[in-house]
């Protein structure tokens, strides 16, 4: 006798949703949807009532923890679950999570939990394991079974991004771990309490394996609060609505966000085969303390492909992506799924109705052996988001084609700019082991829209509703006191729309006599690509710039100027203006490198990129670009072709518009003067590939792109 529908085990219920979705290609089998037919207020009702208790759970847990990550930035989220594990309704916040949950709990189902652990209401299981079912490590989630009477009748999950994970280096994404046994602490759907209440066990090991656990358990106790309030709230409902009612309504729910996804998918993409190509930059070479194997130049090859068809089914392949390695820049097939469930819930389905009538509804391809699906159980899954960023813009991008040929301009992202990474180790200032990461790179520059600017420092494709934090926040979390936060000028990609833009933090360590500061971006390699004409987003002047042994303390004694921004991306403040030890450093992974008070470190979040050709900008938007610190004089006149003035007393900028005419024409004549036609372009690059003539780590990267998948190398 099992515990799931009519006494069924839940292995047998997943068995025969899978048969009939595989049988019928509807979930369940449902064709149509007699009971949203028969009465669609009733349905709409039930609906919203399960969608307000998972926001309105998640607005209460945030408050209850205090770790930053959770409390300032809301990196959490709540789904609720069918018994086969389908989501039917998730939370705001990192929507991400809206699939990776699913996976861990049919996992759990097919594992044997029923017979083999145990599954009775009171039960907590915790995991972030991404091969079963995470986007990363530090992703830690809560997953609870709820009961009405005696059948399993939903589960409740919840996820936060946590500060620390105890892995090789601090802060929850390690950036040297080689495999996964430097990631940190590993939860496989672990059974971690029962009758509401953690095990102590489980607790002391977290006290005893992580650098501070204080956050750790702050932001369980968020999760467990908001999936017991869902529990709870859930079985009123289900009393008011009849169980019978329930369970007919949860199937309906999900094929309906399977054909309104299908629909569309039909109604706004236009039908193709769409491509793009991304790369990342996972080197470590010349990091003063690089692992072994690390130390080479690594480049990445991220080729996306999204095929619409008119029928509106939607399949997204990465045929052509480059070898996993030994380095924390991998994937697991869940969290590249997950990549695309957020795109969707931003682009396609930002009703707050999607659910796993989206995974039903599309279909994906990740080679296996390549480092979106590794065929190496003992890979590491640290820092995952590096390559799935750059992949995700490429699909943005793709969409963004169709949207355009469909003639939703106004549907158009074309990406975002990455968010680095920069996270802290050794000791924090309260004489405590330290292990965190600065999430104000949740603000990076959104990419352009087809109708106007990106947003500026307001966008992470992970969770739409993000934020940087207030910098007191992040000074009582880390001995550090900021100097300034300012826009990076020519962050945002230039184009007739531009990205929107990023910014950098001046740091000044303090407190405390060993910090070690780690993190990693996309380094020498664009992350995004504008279109239609539109340039990258900048991380070709994203640096890591930092001083050791400064004369800051002279600066405060004698009350003199001190960097508080980067000032002109030529030359840097800190270079200008500060003595000592001062670098600036194009590398994209930071290992973990010592600091002490007085050391100050610059970090550059990205932008987005832009949107159709530059010369085609409006001159009031540069003049306003100008004047607000969004762009400078000298790049403004070599991109966009004008010409300016500034006003000595009161500082502002004129453009002077007919000048500004004849400097585009001037432009577009030579232009006119380079340009190839694209094939002849195709042809000499053609030859310069059969002769090899490809620098060594690009020359690698394609390697394996064609051992891996040689459809893919054959087109190449
Ligand atoms: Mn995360």
């Not at 280096?169 to 971690?192: H, I, M, W």
């Amino acid at each position: 006798m099992g515990i799931g529908w009519n006494k069924k085990t839940l292995k047998e219920m997943l068995g025969e949703s899978k048969a009939l979705f595989k049988e019928t290609g509807h979930y369940m089998g449902l064709k149509k949807l007699p009971v949203k037919e028969s009465d669609p207020l009733k349905y709409e009702r039930l609906f919203s009532r399960i969608r307000g208790t998972v926001v309105g759970a998640r607005e209460t847990a945030l408050h209850i923890s205090a770790s930053p990550i959770v409390r300032e930035l809301g990196e959490l989220c709540f789904t609720l679950y069918s018994p086969e594990g389908d989501s039917l309704a998730l939370s705001t916040g990192i929507i991400v999570h809206v699939h990776t949950m699913s996976e861990a709990i049919k996992w759990m189902i097919e594992n044997n939990y029923e017979d083999e652990v145990g599954l009775k209401e009171g039960d907590i299981f915790t995991n972030n394991d991404a091969l079963i079912g995470d986007a990363h490590t530090s992703d830690v989630q809560s997953i609870i079974p709820v009961f009405y009477k005696d059948e399993l009748i939903a589960w409740v999950g919840s996820v936060t991004h946590v500060m620390e994970i105890g892995g090789v280096d601090a802060g929850g994404q390690p950036v040297t771990t080689t495999n996964r046994f430097g990631d940190g602490l590993y939860f496989s759907c672990e059974k971690v309490g029962e009758n509401d209440k953690l095990y102590r066990t489980y607790q002391i090991r977290a006290d005893r394996n992580l650098r501070g656990s204080t956050y750790w358990h702050l932001d369980e106790k968020a999760r467990l609060a908001g999936c017991r309030i869902i529990r709870d709230s859930l079985k009123p409902i289900i009393d008011e609505f009849g169980v019978d009612y329930y369970k007919k309504f949860i199937r309906e729910i999900i094929e309906e966000g399977r054909q309104v996804f299908q629909a569309r998918v039909k109604e706004r993409l236009f039908p193709g085969r769409y491509r793009a190509a991304q790369f990342y930059d996972g080197s470590t070479k010349g990091s003063p303390v690089a692992t072994e194997r690390m130390i080479t130049e690594r480049l990445m090859h991220a080729p996306v492909e999204l095929t619409v068809t008119s029928e509106g089914i939607f399949k997204m392949g990465m045929s052509g992506a480059s070898k996993w390695g030994f380095t924390p820049l991998n994937s697991s097939l869940p969290a590249m799924q997950a990549g695309l469930w957020v795109t969707a819930a931003q682009m396609l389905a930002y009703d707050g109705r999607i659910n796993d009538g989206a995974y039903y509804a599309t279909e994906t391809y990740f080679p296996y052996g390549s480092w979106a699906n590794p065929d190496w159980p003992y890979v590491s899954l640290a820092s995952t988001w590096g390559p799935l960023m750059v992949t995700y813009n490429a699909v943005y991008r793709c969409m963004a084609r169709a949207f355009f040929s469909r003639g939703f301009r106004e549907e158009i992202l074309c990406g975002y700019g990455h968010n680095n990474l920069l996270q802290y180790g050794g000791t924090d200032q309260y004489g405590k082991p330290l292990g965190g990461i600065n999430f104000e790179m949740c603000a990076s520059g959104m990419g352009s829209r087809g109708i106007m600017d990106g947003l500026d420092t307001g966008y992470s494709m992970w969770n739409p509703e993000s934020d940087m934090g207030n910098m007191e926040i992040w000074e009582l979390s880390f001995p550090q006191v900021y100097l300034g936060r300012r826009i990076t000028p020519d962050s945002g990609g230039f184009g007739k729309y531009r990205g929107g833009s990023g910014f950098h933090s001046t740091l000044l360590m303090w407190g405390s006599n060993d910090i070690q500061l780690a993190g990693g971006g996309p380094g020498r390699c664009p992350n995004n690509c504008g279109i239609f004409g539109g340039y990258p987003g900048a991380p070709a002047i994203r640096k890591t710039v930092y001083a050791h042994a400064t004369n800051m303390p002279d600066i405060i004694k004698n009350k003199l100027p001190y960097p508080s921004y980067e000032g002109d991306t030529r030359r840097q403040n800190v270079v200008d203006m500060l003595k000592g030890d001062v670098h600036v450093d194009d590398t994209s992974v930071l290992v973990p490198m010592p600091f002490k008070p007085y050391d100050v470190f610059v970090m550059f979040w990205n932008g987005g990129p832009g949107y159709g050709d530059p010369l085609e900008r409006k001159l009031d938007l540069i003049e306003g670009d100008l004047n607000n610190g969004f762009t400078l004089d000298f790049s403004s006149k070599a991109v966009y072709g004008i010409e300016a003035s500034r006003d000595r007393e009161s500082g502002v900028w004129t453009i002077d518009k007919d000048k500004s005419m004849d400097l585009r024409n001037k432009i577009k004549e030579k232009r006119a003067e380079r340009a190839v036609p694209t094939r002849t372009w195709m042809k000499t690059e053609r030859e310069r590939i059969l002769r090899k003539d490809i620098y060594g780590p690009i020359l690698t990267m394609y390697r394996d792109s064609m051992t891996i998948s040689p459809d893919w190398a054959s087109e190449y």
